[in-house]
Structures are given as C-alpha cells and as structure tokens.
C-alpha cells in the first residue's frame, strides 16, 4: 500500500546537521547593535573578519572585527565611521577580504579598505563613494563572479551597478519597479537578478539588456514583505506571507513561473523570513528577525523537492544574522555553515555540522568551492561576457591572502577632450620635460613619499607606546 512506501526514509547525507553555538568566550561581547528598523542582516563576515552595524549618534557607523579577537570589545575599539546617516547594510567584496562596502540612509554608498591590522583611529576615508541614488540606500550586493562590480538598490525604487574601480555607474534600472524594492539577489554566475518589490512581484532582470524576463505576481497573497533567492538550476527560492498572515516557503521554475513547484505554510509569526542558500549542499538555512531559531531544508531534484532537515532552536531572538563563505569554516571540523548571530549586546557563532566519525578530509561534504579570484572584469561583464565563479578545493583548508590594495581610477574628464587638430603641434600644448628634469622630480617624489611613511611609523609607533602608557595607568 502507498501508506508503507512513504515511510522510506529519504537517503541524505545532511539529516543530521545540528546547530550548537560557540563556547561563551568565543563570542563577541559589549557591541551595540543598531537599532534601525529595517529587514537586512546587519552582520557580514568572511574569512577575515567579522562586521556589524553599531548604534552611532548622529551619523552612521559599524564595526569591524577580526575573526579570532572574541570577548569583551573595548568600547574605543575603532568604528567605521563615514556616513552622516544610519548605515542599513554592509556587504564583503567576494574577491577581496579587506574590502567591504556600505549602503547608507544619507542617499550614498561607500566602499572602505580594512587594514589587517587594528587601527588606532576610526576609519573615516572610504576608497570611493559612489552617489546617484536620492532616497536612502537599504541595499547592497556584490557581484559574484565580475571584479569591482557593486550593486545598489535605494528607496527611489532604482537598482545601479558600480564600477568600483573606477567609481562610476555602469547601469541605472530604472521604470522597472513601482514601489519599494525588498530584496535583491544574483544568481551564481552573475548574469541574472531577483528581486521582491512592495508590489507583491518577484521580476526577474536581466540587467545588462535592462529587461525584465520573467515575473510573478503575488507567489504570496500577504502583504508582508517577500524574499527571493536564485537557488541551483536557475530555480527560484521565495519566502513570504499567505493571506491568513502565515508564513510560507515557495520554489518555482523559471520556465513556468505561473505555478510553483513547492508552496507550504510554516507557522503564524511575523518576522520575515531571511533566507541563506549554499549551493555546494543544496541547503536554504531560515533565519526569521526576531525569531530564535534557524530551520533548514534541503532543495532537490524529487519531490517533495524542498525537504525539511531540521531546526536550531536557542532561547534569545535573533536581530540579525551573518553567513560565512564557505571558505571560511573548518573543514576538520565537518563545519558546513556558521551563522553569526546577533543579540542586542553581542554577537554569536552558531557552528552548523555533520557528524563523522572520520579525521579525513570529507570530500562528499565539501566539493570545490567559489575561490576569491574573480573570473571576469568590471567591462568585460558589461560587453556581455558570463562566466562561472573560479573554483577552489578545501581539501588543506583555505589560507586568506594579504591585504590587496582596492585602487580606484576615476576617469579624467580632460582624456576626453577632442583631439588636437593637425596644424598645432604637440609642444605648445604640453611643455616636455627634458629628462634630467622629470628624472630629479621623480626621485624627489619618492624622497618625499620615503619621508611621508618613516614618519607615519614614528607616529604609529608613538601611539602604540601612548596606548601602552594610558592602559598601564587604568
């Protein structure tokens, strides 16, 4: 009878994923979280380090920690301080650990070098700031596999890609979406968009041809807000509200958007569901705000497709959560996702698992993995080329690079001026220096520059010792 062949249990390796949370001081302590009311993450980490948005009066700021400087955070521990207005989210460069960007309430995005090591000062000089929106900026997202590509969604229902390294826009969507934009997501090799709008439509864009391709009315009848994510094969992952105000998961196939492959009711709380996709296992980790616990399932190719595996659960409610990249867990560990999750005074790892018996390297648990080399550049992408994230193996763990300069390159306005007719000649435009000249001021230039760093030594090290003084004195 059909009864019986239901009981078979589905054969996955990922059935036995458990949560548990870091030992109490391997938890970041003392951090004021923002309070602004506002559906993103509020947390981004990567291999590196770990960032959070912080309550700042008067202006806008997070923080930035490295990785392993768990405990008490020293309420001077420097900020990044830029904006004039609350920051709504932050976002790591995939192809750069020390490059994270910032997307602001004052209309601006701000693109920010984080040494490796921890300033003595706040960091108040973005890279770049990229202005073009004229309503607050609630959204940011890198793009996954292009070098310096950024995107942008604001409150004036536009969506703009950045050129980072040469701080101009490549693209404006505009007239594409009638009301405030939800969320926004790249699907894995960058050639495709998701977004969620208030409208209650799920487009997807094509945003080189600036098209919409395929859209879906309302795959949830509620008007809370909806979440969209490219899951593998192009499908698309939604969360969202039914009318009875509960909570559902959906999951539909570009090729036929009308009816959904998978549609379910969760439970009646309101928080919206923020989902976390990683599509080496296939699994979406849900993270409600204001919930206290993390639901996954599994998404595959048989029904009922979108397979429940378990629940994290904790006492506390979450404001916030961040994903590490998978390059950033402890394969010896058998690690295959870590949450940082936010409380109102700290943040905590949630270490997510599978258990084996085995020392070895699991190699069923990790295949190759998105490396941090981009596989194309900002222009390239733009002309219309695609291409799949540069993969790495795990196998020895991954090694973060040394810090890598982000250099920005803004166009000169006056390397396009008309070209100079053929009647005057090139030196009464530009006096040429004889070599002996250029020589002596090159080499005065890097006097100069020699100069500039001994003493930014000298005052580093002055402050260190001050540092030293003061904290001795306590």
Request: one cysteine or more; aromatic letters at 8%; charged letters at 25%.
């Amino acid at each position: 009878p059909p009864a019986m062949s239901r009981r078979v249990v589905r054969q996955s390796k990922f059935r036995h994923v458990f949560g548990q949370p870091v030992k109490a001081d391997q938890m970041y302590e003392d951090i004021r979280v923002s309070k602004v009311t506002c559906d993103s993450s509020f947390c981004a980490v990567n291999p590196k380090f770990v960032a959070i948005i912080v309550e700042a009066g008067g202006g806008g700021a997070f923080i930035v920690l490295p990785l392993a400087k768990t405990g008490r955070v020293d309420k001077n521990h420097p900020l990044v301080t830029g904006h004039t207005a609350p920051v709504l989210d932050i976002d790591w460069c995939p192809h750069n650990d020390n490059v994270i960007a910032s997307a602001s309430e004052d209309t601006t995005v701000m693109v920010w070098q984080i040494p490796d090591y921890v300033p003595v000062r706040n960091i108040t000089e973005p890279v770049v700031t990229l202005e073009g929106h004229s309503k607050r900026v609630s959204i940011i997202s890198w793009h996954p596999t292009a070098r310096n590509v950024l995107l942008s969604a604001g409150c004036d229902n536009l969506v703009i890609l950045w050129n980072v390294g040469t701080g101009e826009m490549l693209l404006v969507l505009e007239d594409m979406h009638t009301d405030l934009i939800y969320n926004v997501g790249w699907n894995r090799n960058g050639s495709l968009l998701v977004t969620t709008c208030k409208d209650k439509k799920v487009r997807i864009i094509d945003p080189r041809k600036q098209q919409i391709i395929a859209e879906k009315d309302k795959p949830h009848d509620g008007a809370r807000p909806i979440r969209a994510i490219f899951v593998a094969d192009g499908k698309i992952f939604t969360t969202g509200f039914s009318k009875m105000s509960e909570r559902q998961l959906g999951l539909w196939d570009l090729k036929n958007f009308e009816e959904p492959i998978v549609l379910q009711e969760m439970d009646t709380s309101n928080g919206v569901l923020l989902p976390f996709y990683d599509a080496d296992s296939s699994i979406v980790y849900l993270c409600g705000k204001g919930d206290s616990s993390i639901r996954y399932f599994e998404i595959t190719d048989e029904a009922p497709y979108v397979h429940y595996l378990n629940t994290y659960s904790s006492k506390e409610p979450q404001r916030g959560m961040g994903f590490m990249p998978k390059r950033g867990l402890d394969v010896s560990k058998c690690e295959i996702a870590r949450f940082f999750k936010l409380h109102e005074r700290k943040c905590e790892p949630i270490v997510m698992t599978v258990p084996r018996k085995s020392d070895l390297f699991q190699d069923d648990l990790y295949p190759d993995t998105p490396g941090p080399e981009p596989a194309l550049e900002a222009d390239e992408w733009l002309s219309g080329k695609d291409a799949e994230p540069i993969l790495i193996s795990l196998r020895d763990g991954y090694v973060p690079n040394k810090n890598r300069e982000l250099k920005v390159v803004k166009k000169n306005i006056l390397d396009s001026k008309p070209p100079l007719g053929p009647r005057r000649s090139h030196s009464t435009c530009e006096p040429d220096l004889p070599r002996p000249a250029l020589e002596e001021v090159l080499e005065e230039i890097r006097a100069l520059k020699e100069t500039v760093q001994a003493q930014e030594k000298r005052i580093s090290d002055l402050e260190n010792k001050l540092c030293q003084f003061t904290n001795g004195t306590d």
